[in-house]
């Protein structure tokens, strides 16, 4: 019987999101086969609901004449790190904007609100927005 006591077993692949099981598949069993760890994979979990859990993997696992025994896994949620990863892209994309504009014009004007929130834009002749 399985942890959930479903009566059935469940592989480590099938729980797995998509993408996280075609990544498995191609980079993390082969690095296992060949080097009989990892460590440290962003990857996604999908529970029974259909909804998904990013964790961040470790993984090692028992050889035996080039076959692996058995593998073992450890798994932490790592959420926030998630979303603090993409506020961070966020954040570039709106850097790499502004050096664009700074090195389009040399009015460019930047205000930063106490929020730390950046405003931006140029002025142009006789003080027309070129934006």
Do not use: W
């Not at 029974?48 to 470790?58: E, K, S, W």
């Amino acid at each position: 019987m399985d942890a959930a006591g479903q009566g059935e077993s469940v592989r480590f692949a099938d729980i797995l999101s998509r993408a996280g099981r075609i990544y498995f598949e191609t980079h993390l069993r082969p690095l296992l086969l060949m080097q009989g760890y990892f460590s440290e994979i962003s990857i996604e979990l999908e529970r029974p609901d259909g909804t998904r859990v990013a964790v961040y993997m470790n993984g090692s696992a028992t050889l035996s004449d080039g076959r692996m025994v058995n593998a073992h896994f450890s798994m932490f949620q790592n959420e926030h790190r998630q979303a603090f990863e993409h506020e961070l892209v966020a954040k570039r994309r709106v850097s790499e904007a502004f050096k664009v504009l700074v090195g389009s014009s040399p009015y460019a004007i930047m205000s930063v609100s106490m929020d730390r929130g950046i405003a931006f834009g140029t002025e142009g002749v006789n003080g027309r927005s070129c934006l």
